[in-house]
């Protein structure tokens, strides 16, 4: 009932930046919290960075600086800007929205670091 279709991963150097989007739309309620996760292959999927309906975040320890997530709720979008970015950032992200008892996913974005 609730898709999420993500854009705006990729290859970028390390240092550089990058900007990934996140549209929703079906069935979503007034209150929600999106967020971004990443996984690597034999790692759990970790969180990245979280945004409630009314604007509250909250960050990972290791991208507090760096990233900084937004939303447009009219459009129903998240956005994750990643700045200074760093090889161990490399990962598959994955795009989340939580509303009472339902919680979707999108198809996940690769985004590459190299050094």
């Known amino acids: 009932q609730v898709q999420l279709v993500e854009s705006g991963g990729g290859l970028v150097q390390a240092g550089g930046s990058l900007r990934l989007s996140c549209a929703a739309s079906?069935?979503?309620?007034?209150?929600?919290?999106m967020g971004w996760y990443r996984q690597v292959p034999g790692k759990q999927r970790e969180l990245v960075a979280l945004?409630?309906?009314?604007?509250?975040?909250n960050y990972a320890d290791s991208v507090k600086g760096r990233f900084t997530i937004s939303r447009d709720s009219a459009k129903n979008t998240v956005y994750l800007r990643m700045n200074s970015l760093k090889p161990e950032d490399t990962a598959v992200y994955y795009c989340?929205?939580?509303?009472?008892?339902?919680?979707?996913w999108g198809q996940g974005t690769q985004v590459t670091v190299s050094s």
């Open positions: 989340n929205l939580v509303q009472y008892i339902m919680s979707a």
């Open positions: 945004i409630s309906s009314s604007g509250s975040t």
């Open positions: 079906g069935n979503i309620g007034s209150f929600n919290t």
